[in-house]
């Protein structure tokens, strides 16, 4: 386990570390709240380890990265490389799940986590809030037309469920119906806590790969997506 402070991550936006001897790149989109994290380790034979990038482009308000090795550029949000070497060989790279929460939550269930140090291990000094709630109101650039269901800034975990359909889960709500004894269920998919964050599962099966977003994000890049929403009284 091993966690990066958000203050941190507003920064810098982009991680590259070997976590459980894999090889991870983890990017941090401020503008969408969205924290996911890459095995660059898990490419075809005769592809180097991607070392991810940000580029300082976006699409539809979501940071492009790219690999620094090949300068083939990434889409963030579904890993699939748009461009370059990494474009032609089809390259999209495996995910896995990242949590957002307290760190006192977290450390709590996680007692042996790992965390960065308060300097970054480089002397540097990190504001509270480097961004001064620039993305409180909205976003700042031009996205497209935003799915109604949800406010834009809502955050969501988002899933491929086992069927290939994409399900989201407002978070605030879900973790309430959790934390009362609910159960968070849509079709086969099933959230659940961790550490006072997310995790979601097929129903009485394995884990699903997820991440948190805000839902103008999400629903941009996957449109057709089911909405968890609690059953009322």
């Not at 579904?78 to 957002?100: C, F, H, K, N, Y």
């Not at 140090?117 to 650039?141: K, M, V, W």
């Not at 394995?206 to 941009?220: D, G, I, P, T, Y």
Request: glycine share 12%; proline share 8%.
């Amino acid at each position: 386990a091993v966690a990066f402070p958000k203050h941190m991550m507003e920064v810098h936006e982009m991680v590259n570390l070997t976590v459980g001897g894999r090889r991870v790149g983890l990017p941090y989109c401020t503008l969408c709240g969205s924290a996911q994290a890459y095995l660059t380790d898990a490419v075809p034979a005769g592809i180097a380890v991607p070392v991810l990038r940000t580029s300082g482009l976006l699409s539809r308000s979501n940071k492009v990265m790219y690999d620094l090795v090949t300068r083939s550029a990434f889409d963030t949000f579904r890993g699939e490389a748009v461009s370059g070497p990494l474009q032609d060989a089809g390259l999209v790279l495996e995910q896995t799940t990242v949590i957002v929460t307290s760190w006192g939550e977290w450390k709590s269930a996680h007692p042996e986590t790992r965390i960065v140090a308060e300097d970054g291990g480089i002397g540097r000094t990190y504001p509270d809030d480097p961004l001064g709630g620039r993305d409180l109101e909205g976003p700042i650039f031009p996205v497209g037309p935003v799915d109604p269901r949800l406010p834009v800034q809502t955050e969501v975990v988002g899933v491929i469920g086992p069927d290939g359909d994409p399900v989201a889960f407002p978070v605030d709500q879900a973790v309430a119906e959790l934390d009362g004894g609910g159960d968070v269920v849509v079709g086969r998919v099933e959230a659940f806590l961790d550490g006072g964050g997310l995790r979601v599962r097929a129903v009485g099966g394995e884990e699903l790969v997820a991440h948190e977003a805000r839902w103008f994000a999400w629903s941009q890049f996957h449109p057709d997506t089911l909405v968890w929403a609690p059953v009322g009284p």
